[in-house]
């Protein structure tokens, strides 16, 4: 992925599904509906997620704080 340029935000955590003919239909749109909330919750967790999108600045997610 980082040879095609995508940025580090968007290829921290790459997931893979594979199928194959002994994939049902029903594995399938099982996936489907709950991958998007798991996705969601990952979000909440990363450093690298803001709201709707990528974070602007991603690398102040690590910056140490002194406050």
Excluded: H, N
Aim: aromatic share 12%; hydrophobic share 40%; net charge neutral.
């Amino acid at each position: 992925m980082r040879a095609m340029g995508i940025p580090y935000t968007s290829r921290a955590w790459p997931v893979r599904f594979s199928l194959s003919r002994y994939s049902t239909e029903a594995e399938v749109d099982r996936v489907i509906a709950v991958v998007p909330e798991i996705i969601a919750q990952l979000r909440k967790l990363s450093p690298y997620w803001e709201g709707d999108g990528p974070a602007a600045e991603p690398e102040k997610a690590f910056a140490p704080s002194y406050a």
